[in-house]
Structures are given as C-alpha cells and as structure tokens.
C-alpha cells in the first residue's frame, strides 16, 4: 500500500505542478508533466518486469493451444500502448492524433479477433440441424 501512495503523491505532485506552471510556460509544464509521467513509469519497472516475466511464461504455455491465447495477450498489450499513447497526445493538446490512435487500436484488435471469430461461428454452424 505504501507503493502505491508514493505513486499517488509523486503524480499528484507532478500533475499540480504542471497545471500551475501551463499559464506562465505551456512548454514547460508539459515537460514536467511528461517527467512526472517517466518518473512513475521507471518506479514501475520491477512490476513491469515481473508481469512481463510471467506474459512470456503463459505465452510460451500456449504454444500448442488455438490462437485464443495469443491473440487476447496481443490484444492486451495493443490496448495498453494504445491507450498510454493516446493519453500522451491528449496531453500535448493533440485530440486528433489520441483519437486516431484509439480508433487504430480498435481496429487492429477487431482484426486479431476475427479468426476466433469465425471459429465460433464455424461451431456453431455445426451445431445446427443440416438444412
């Protein structure tokens, strides 16, 4: 619990700092935004790493499973940098570039489902009586 109070304060901190310095130096304040940003992403590192560790171990168990597997840990990590980017744009002021980002994301994960898509429907279609 202590880590994730050090976490709450340094970004709150950060982001306090960034919205009192955005009217004297716009430029400035989305620096220390993005510092306070980096400054919680490298304190998340040993985390990262652990989760990281065990996404490769469940990715390499799946080896001989369907594609189910693979394409909800793509999907998963699509998302992610999906979003992190996103929120990145949004900061520098740039709603159309977060936006796009978003909606790329949307669709390349609609696309790595597609194949289980058409699994389930192939199951079901087996399903029912033959016409």
């Known amino acids: 619990m202590t880590e994730v109070a050090k976490i709450a304060a340094l970004a709150i901190v950060g982001a306090v700092l960034a919205l009192v310095l955005k009217e004297q130096s716009p430029g ?3 620096t220390v935004g993005a510092l306070s940003a980096v400054a919680v ?39 992610l940098v999906c979003h ?3 929120d990145i744009a949004k900061d520098a002021g740039q709603n159309a570039v977060a ?3 978003v909606m ?20 079901f279609a087996s399903l029912l009586p033959p016409a």
């Not at 390349?108 to 898509?117: A, I, K, R």
Request: glycine share 8%; aromatic share 10%; charged share 10%.
């Open 104 to 123: 790329f994301g949307r669709v390349l994960c609609m696309c790595l489902c597609l194949p289980q898509m058409e699994s389930v429907l192939a199951l």
């Open 28 to 30: 400035f304040s989305l």
């Open 99 to 101: 936006s796009a980002t």
């Open 84 to 86: 992190m980017t996103s």
């Open 41 to 79: 992403l490298l304190y998340a590192v040993p985390y990262l790493s652990q989760a990281i560790s065990f996404a490769v171990r469940l990715y390499g168990m799946a080896d001989g499973a369907d594609g189910a597997f693979r394409a909800l840990i793509r999907v998963t990590g699509i998302s």
